[in-house]
């Protein structure tokens, strides 16, 4: 049996869970996701948790089984609480800043980059190199943070670029000389 798939997920303060035949709506205070579950994949609410089950033990509904178990989770837990990830800014000159939706970047180019957020995500910057994404959706939050990230990625050189916070940018030496 599956560790992850097995494990009840439980429904906190606030977050209601509707599932109509195969799709589990999930609504809560930060906002509402749905996920729609393959065939071989059951969910039902029981004693204030969701628990996930699959129909029988072929391998492509033991794949699934975690799966879908960890996507109902990352739902629960994003409407309640949400997620964030934070991007930091390394280079002289480099910095961000927000108006309204949009975020204006300043990375060494002839033009600043201009990025719109998708409605369901918060941009905050502070400081002026400190970049946080925050929102409901785990996968757009962290899809966010990468296309901000892939503007000018970490140079293994001196560092500069946009790197997320806590990752460590592996240098490379440079010319060594006579």
């Given at each position: 049996m599956s560790r992850i798939g097995k494990l009840p997920i439980t429904i906190p303060h606030g977050v209601d869970v509707k599932i109509d035949d195969k799709k589990m709506t999930v609504k809560g205070p930060?906002?509402?996701?749905?996920?729609?579950?393959p065939g071989l994949i059951n969910a039902g609410v029981k004693d204030?948790?969701?628990?996930v089950t699959r129909q029988n033990e072929t391998k492509q509904s033991l794949?699934?089984?975690?799966l879908n178990r960890?996507?109902?989770a990352n739902m629960v837990e994003g409407v309640s609480n949400g997620f964030t990830k934070t991007l930091e800014i390394v280079g002289i000159g480099f910095r961000a800043e927000v108006q309204g939706k949009n975020m204006s970047l300043s990375l060494?180019?002839?033009?600043p980059i201009i990025?719109?957020?998708p409605p369901e995500?918060?941009?905050a910057v502070d400081g002026g190199t400190r970049i946080t994404v925050s929102g409901f959706d785990k996968q757009l939050v962290g899809q966010v943070a990468a296309i901000i990230r892939?503007?000018?990625k970490p140079e293994p050189y001196k560092g500069k670029g946009i790197k997320y916070e806590g990752e460590h940018v592996r240098r490379k030496a440079g010319k060594t000389g006579i």
């Open positions: 930060k906002g509402e996701l749905s996920h729609q579950m204030g948790s969701i628990v794949a699934l089984h975690g960890s996507l109902i060494g180019f002839s033009h990025f719109q957020a995500i918060d941009l892939s503007f000018k």
